[in-house]
């Protein structure tokens, strides 16, 4: 059992864990209001990683990561996950110029 103090390196070796074995990767959170921690685990009975936090701000890091393993169990393990991960824009917003309504 590995408690992983990153975020990123968590996220990154839990796809991963899913991606080899996807059939016996389970996915598993806990909640514990009298500490105030969230403990996250991914196992496939062979390796565990697992991540616990106190910080609020990590419940949407959490929700993300429940969107990329939704995406991976439905669309399957091959699936690239760039766009529920959000780290690579594909398209660029173009810039406006001046100020007020349009014409």
């Known amino acids: 059992m590995v408690y992983l103090t990153s975020w990123d390196d968590f996220v990154e070796r839990s796809v991963q864990l899913f991606r080899t074995s996807p059939e016996k990767t389970r996915y598993a959170m806990k909640y514990r209001h009298s500490e105030g921690k969230l403990i996250l685990k991914v196992t496939d009975d062979k390796e565990c990683l697992k991540f616990k936090t ?11 990561l429940n969107n990329i393993f939704f995406t991976l169990m439905a669309r399957g393990p091959e699936t ?3 766009e529920v991960t959000g780290k690579e824009q594909t398209e660029s917003h173009p810039s406006r110029k001046g100020r007020g309504r349009k014409q």
């Open 54 to 64: 106190d910080q609020a701000q990590d419940a949407k890091k959490m929700e993300k």
């Open 80 to 82: 690239d996950i760039t």
